[in-house]
């Protein structure tokens, strides 16, 4: 069974940090491409970040250069989402997503999202 459970959301002010975690179950985890999507309310999703299998490549939405970080420990089918400088824009449902191509197949997993809110 595929499980994608995110952690870590929640109330922050602006100017803080938050760390979210995903961790993974049930498919080779080694050997998905990681990315992070968010939803603000009233608003359709985002693309945030992502991070390659292998040379563990990262990438990342112009909102958030130089303020997130992805990173992956494929020891403990977990990906992670460092999150600095934080704004009220930012406020969203963080969701974790896995894709992968196999033998012809897509293969795309989501999970359930976790609630990040910026406010004073």
């Known amino acids: 069974q595929v499980q994608l459970v995110e952690s870590g959301g929640g109330l922050v002010q602006p100017g803080g940090s938050l760390r979210l975690s995903c961790a993974a179950s049930?498919?080779?985890?080694?050997?998905?491409?990681m990315s992070w999507v968010r939803q603000a309310p009233g608003k359709g999703p985002e693309w945030v970040s992502g991070?390659?299998?292998?040379?563990?490549?990262?990438r990342y939405a112009d909102s958030v250069k130089g303020r997130f970080t992805i990173s992956r420990d494929n020891a403990k089918n977990t990906v992670y989402l460092q999150m600095n400088s934080l704004k009220p824009e930012d406020t969203a449902v963080y969701y974790c997503?896995?894709?992968?191509?196999?033998?012809?197949?897509?293969?795309?997993?989501w999970g359930q999202g976790t609630q990040v809110t910026v406010s004073s």
């Open positions: 997503n896995a894709r992968s191509v196999i033998a012809g197949a897509d293969f795309d997993y």
């Open positions: 049930g498919f080779t985890f080694s050997s998905y491409y």
């Open positions: 991070i390659n299998i292998g040379s563990g490549s990262t």
